[in-house]
């Protein structure tokens, strides 16, 4: 059974920007994952290339429309190139394919009289390509009247027009409706079709004069008309997979699987749609997604915002695979968001690099280190290890049915889970220990499933983050396959794996060139970071001047604070004030510090604490033990409290 998906047309003329990237990474994200279940996916997205607001974009430049388009669609098509997107087709609606279908639909709906042609009056708003009442109008500057929704003047027009029967299918689709509860997605949207359709829903009009309009798709039994966009650019969803012209072929696509659309196109998607499609004699797609908006910054996306998340900055400061990886994480699918670089940072961090990443460069290396870089034999399950695998086989279902359900926030949660799983494994396990122990067996056993975990994680990453995903797998010599996803004896022994860089550095701050986009609209932005509001920088400056003996800023900044959590613990041989700490800072294997806390805390009480490390303190030797750091506590000679974090942060997480 085909798979079939669709994004919107985008308007040819806009500039591309993070909203379309959103649908159309969501798209390519499902379509790569039916792929790796060996569905035949077929993943549709294209252009709206007709209407008043491309001609005149074209006459402006002094260019033919179609000179204009075929110049503007590549700035589409290069950005899904470097989104690595995998659509199968993209439709033009300028193309003969598309034309001559949206031609016969009208011939056969005028030959069934589903058609009739009215006087019609009303204001005319070309921004939106559409008609208004005067009540819905709003009033301008000297007397002129505004469309209520782009805000751009609106033109009195009296003309005839062609309208389709719209009404005759309305009980046809609130039936639709009703029938299919999860047909439209989310149930806010979903509510708001209910509403819709509880008013009379009127025919619609499917025509524009030629005389005031010549850029759009003629009416074949009346050629002084065009077809009105939507009409047109809608039937893109059939026309692309054969309608009329194939049917083998269109009989194993529609219906497609999934619609995606914007909340902004519900009504057209599935009032105007689905009456079009049942007058076509054909059903609706199985189900629709009207996904949430992205706010940018905490502000609504304007030009000038629009230019600090122009998608190819996204991916020159982030690269494809993070940009991808923040858009399908940072919202849930069906709300809106707010996307800032502030977050992106805090996400990607805490996500790629601190779990995914992190639990692959310690796999990988321990594995490089200890074994020869070889994927090293299983050894008989413990009650920890069994533990481990139900665990994230659970995980995996979670994110297998949230995907499978357009969820890709909820799905990527589950991935995180499983990376976070396989790292408190190994904080567990402690292969160093084993290793210094000499277990060979145990040390090969843990090291094995840590290597599966990390395929694991690879493997389901790979829609999301297609270029990291397969370098991991790469990495660990393993085959891109979701059959048997979950076993943790998938990979072969003796496997050479190969260690190199880690897959996702830290992002230590913001990247130059989005510092340098966002200081130009710093003026604008409330939430900019690094730059403290002018309020909150006197009253810095106050406190300062009070203080005794300032150190710089640069002096502050030479110390390496993290976030380490303690894996172990034992008094010193050879002081009754001091533990021995092993320490884990995300690093490849624990620290080991010398702590004078003994008097305040047993060895079995700081064992699991989440702890403040100073890092890159010089490396003493305290009564013959090392000590590789310091841990940072209140109290001036006794102890009286261990400094450690409010929040569950990864270890290794930067403390300033
Ligand atoms: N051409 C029509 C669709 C015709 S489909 C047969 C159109 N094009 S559009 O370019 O204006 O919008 C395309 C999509 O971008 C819509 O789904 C819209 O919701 C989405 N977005 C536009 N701005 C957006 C955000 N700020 N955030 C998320 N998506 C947004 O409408």
Excluded at 112 to 119: F, I, V
Excluded at 232 to 257: C, H, K, Q
Excluded at 384 to 393: G, H, P, S, Y
Excluded at 531 to 560: N, V
Aim: with cysteine.
């Amino acid at each position: 059974m085909s798979f079939y998906i669709t994004t919107p047309l985008y308007y040819v003329n806009d500039v591309p920007h993070i909203g379309h990237a959103y649908t159309t990474v969501a798209a390519d994200v499902i379509s790569r994952y039916k792929r790796l279940k060996g569905e035949d996916v077929h993943f549709l997205t294209g252009t709206d290339e007709h209407g008043q607001k491309v001609m005149r974009a074209a006459q402006k430049r002094g260019l033919s429309s179609q000179d204009h388009v075929d110049e503007l669609v590549t700035r589409f098509q290069d950005l899904w190139v470097r989104l690595d997107i995998t659509n199968d087709d993209f439709i033009r609606t300028t193309e003969d394919r598309h034309k001559a279908v949206v031609r016969d639909i009208l011939q056969d709906f005028h030959d069934r009289g589903l058609l009739y042609k009215e006087g019609y009056a009303g204001w005319y708003s070309t921004s939106e390509e559409r008609f208004w009442t005067e009540k819905d109008v709003l009033d301008g500057p000297d007397g002129t009247k505004l469309c209520p929704a782009s805000k751009q003047p609106v033109e009195w027009v009296e003309e005839q027009n062609w309208f389709f029967k719209m009404s005759d299918y309305a009980d046809q689709l609130r039936q639709w409706v009703a029938d299919h509860p999860e047909w439209l997605k989310p149930e806010t949207r979903r509510n708001e079709l209910l509403g819709i359709l509880k008013k009379d829903v009127g025919d619609l009009c499917i025509s524009r004069p030629k005389t005031r309009l010549p850029w759009g798709i003629p009416i074949p039994f009346d050629e002084d008309y065009v077809t009105y966009v939507w009409f047109d650019a809608l039937i893109n969803y059939i026309s692309a997979v054969g309608y009329l012209r194939d049917d083998a072929t269109f009989e194993t696509r529609w219906p497609a699987n999934w619609q995606l659309l914007g909340k902004d196109i519900l009504t057209t998607h599935t009032l105007y749609w689905g009456t079009m499609l049942f007058a076509a004699g054909l059903p609706p797609a199985q189900r629709l997604y009207a996904h949430g908006w992205w706010t940018v910054e905490g502000q609504k996306m304007s030009k000038s915002l629009g230019n600090v998340v122009d998608p190819h900055l996204l991916i020159d400061a982030y690269g494809s695979d993070s940009v991808r990886y923040v858009l399908m994480a940072e919202k849930s699918f069906g709300q809106d968001g707010d996307f800032s670089h502030k977050s992106t940072r805090l996400r990607y961090n805490s996500d790629l690099a601190d779990k995914i990443g992190n639990l692959a460069h310690r796999a990988l290396s321990m594995t490089a280190k200890w074994l020869d870089s070889k994927v090293p034999a299983l050894d008989a399950d413990t009650d920890d290890d069994k533990a481990l695998a139900a665990e994230v086989a659970g995980y995996i279902d979670t994110f297998d049915v949230a995907l499978e359900a357009m969820e890709t926030a909820d799905a990527l949660e589950a991935l995180v889970n499983i990376a976070r799983a396989g790292n408190m494994y190994i904080d567990r396990q402690a292969p160093w220990a084993l290793n210094k122990a000499g277990d060979t067996a145990r040390l090969a056993g843990v090291m094995r499933r840590t290597l599966e975990i990390s395929r694991i994680c690879g493997t389901l990453l790979l829609p999301f983050c297609p270029q990291k995903s397969q370098d991991l797998l790469d990495r660990l010599g393993a085959q891109a396959s979701l059959d048997g996803v979950g076993r943790l004896d998938v990979l072969t022994e003796g496997t050479t794996v190969r260690h190199g860089d880690p897959l996702f550095p830290r992002m230590q701050e913001l990247p130059a060139i989005i510092a340098e986009a966002l200081a130009k609209v710093g003026g604008d932005l409330k939430s900019l970071e690094g730059k403290a509001p002018a309020a909150a920088k006197k009253s810095k400056k106050k406190k300062k001047s009070k203080k005794k003996d300032p150190i710089s800023f640069s002096d502050f900044g030479k110390l390496e604070l993290k976030t380490g959590q303690v894996l172990s613990a034992e008094k010193h041989p050879d002081a009754d004030r001091l533990l021995v700490l092993q320490v884990d800072v995300g690093e490849e294997s624990p620290r080991q510090v010398v702590a004078g806390i003994a008097s305040k805390y047993t060895p079995e009480e700081v064992v699991g604490l989440r702890v403040i490390v100073v890092a890159n303190l010089e490396p003493a030797t305290i009564r013959g033990v090392e000590s590789q750091g310091m841990l940072l506590a209140a109290g001036a000679k006794a102890v009286l409290a261990m400094a450690t974090t409010t929040e569950d942060v990864p270890v290794g997480t930067v403390v300033r």
